[in-house]
């Protein structure tokens, strides 16, 4: 009779925690792909107020390969190894935040930066093992510390009472305030989901999303009622992966194999961005790569392939792979799409008066979609 009770027992916690999950999850679909055209396309018909920022290069300035690149305010920022370079809106190296050491205002590590603007105020804010540290934006003083007992990963502000963080720890991600108090942690410690992919908070105008391990789910901070909230963010692709699958392939071919297994067999959603009421998305499966695009905030997306086999047709910089179009991953400005292009990809060619070098600093390109 106490062996029955107990099975019973451990059944109702299990199915407790599993209908407590689910319960987490929303089917928000925020962005809905009920219908989507494949098409063929030049260029110039899908972007338009195209605007190219080659960054100055000087030995002060020099960028690595992968670089976070933010565009607010005018000015152009760049994480480079344990630096932060600055850059005005035509790409003129202006300085750069350098405080690698030991001491109450250095870091010893970057392991991510964000543009915050408080008030009139625009600050960097840097993580690394300690906390968050605090810099001027104008001058590059130290403003103070946010000390942490967790991890620092990475993060995104949102207000002095809401800072998004994903740690280490036993779970992925907390909220915390500007004293470094935290207000809530969610999604317990998930590996499969965490560990493979790129981390990008991006940012639209209800909400913050930050897209789980290429999946169709996001950890979403919901503007309106100031929480995190895990959302099925969209729908309407077909096989896409979900977190369940990740955490299957994980299982069955181990951490090093499953990042390549998963990209095979299912639609990853490698990164979106939504300004105003246009949209892209780019989706790689085993098929090859795409970019659905949405122009006036409606379910009419149209498609198109960018590899192996492109069908848009890239007249405005002859030769120019449209796979770059994909680097939006790791750049962002505050009023436009962007891209950044590696200088060797554009060697010769004359952008803005300039002839550029293969071993000059990236050029950012700006642009908006056509209407």
Avoid at 336 to 355: C, D, Q, R, Y
Wanted: charged content about 25%; aromatic content about 10%; hydrophobic content about 40%.
């Amino acid at each position: 009779m106490m062996l029955i009770m107990k099975s019973v027992y451990i059944i109702s916690i299990v199915l407790f925690f599993f209908t407590s999950c689910s319960r987490h999850v929303k089917n928000e679909c925020l962005f809905q792909m009920n219908h989507v055209e494949d098409r063929k396309i030049m260029l110039s018909e899908l972007i338009d107020s195209v605007e190219y920022v080659p960054l100055e290069t000087v030995d002060s300035s020099l960028l690595p390969a992968l670089s976070k690149l933010l565009y607010v305010r005018d000015f152009i920022y760049a994480s480079a190894d344990m630096e932060i370079m600055k850059f005005d809106n035509k790409g003129k190296f202006i300085g750069k935040l350098s405080e690698f050491g030991n001491g109450p205002q250095d870091y010893l590590n970057i392991n991510d930066y964000d543009i915050v603007l408080r008030d009139s105020e625009v600050e960097i804010w840097v993580c690394h093992q300690k906390g968050i540290s605090r810099y001027n934006a104008e001058d590059f003083s130290f403003l103070g510390l946010i000390s942490l007992d967790i991890p620092v990963l990475h993060f995104k502000y949102v207000s002095d009472d809401a800072i998004i963080i994903q740690t280490s720890g036993e779970h992925s991600f907390c909220l915390c305030d500007k004293n470094g108090v935290v207000r809530n942690e969610f999604l317990s410690n998930d590996p499969a989901n965490l560990s493979h992919s790129l981390m990008q908070f991006i940012e639209t105008e209800d909400g913050i999303f930050c897209i789980l391990a290429n999946t169709d789910e996001a950890l979403y901070y919901n503007k309106q009622s100031e929480g995190l909230e895990l959302i099925h963010y969209v729908g309407g692709i077909d096989n896409v992966l979900t977190r369940d699958d990740n955490r299957a392939y994980m299982e069955r071919y181990g951490y090093l194999e499953h990042p390549q297994k998963v990209a095979q067999d299912f639609v990853n959603i490698v990164t979106f961005r939504k300004k105003g009421n246009c949209s892209m998305f780019f989706l790689r499966s085993g098929k090859g790569e795409k970019v659905l695009i949405n122009k006036n905030g409606d379910d009419e997306w149209e498609s198109y392939d960018i590899y192996p086999n492109p069908t848009i047709e890239n007249d405005l910089l002859t030769g120019l792979d449209v796979r770059y179009l994909l680097t939006m991953s790791s750049c962002d400005s505050d009023d436009a799409f962007m891209m950044s292009i590696p200088a060797h990809m554009l060697a010769g060619a004359l952008v803005n008066g300039k002839v550029i070098d293969a071993e000059d600093n990236p050029i950012l390109i700006k642009y908006q979609l056509t209407n």
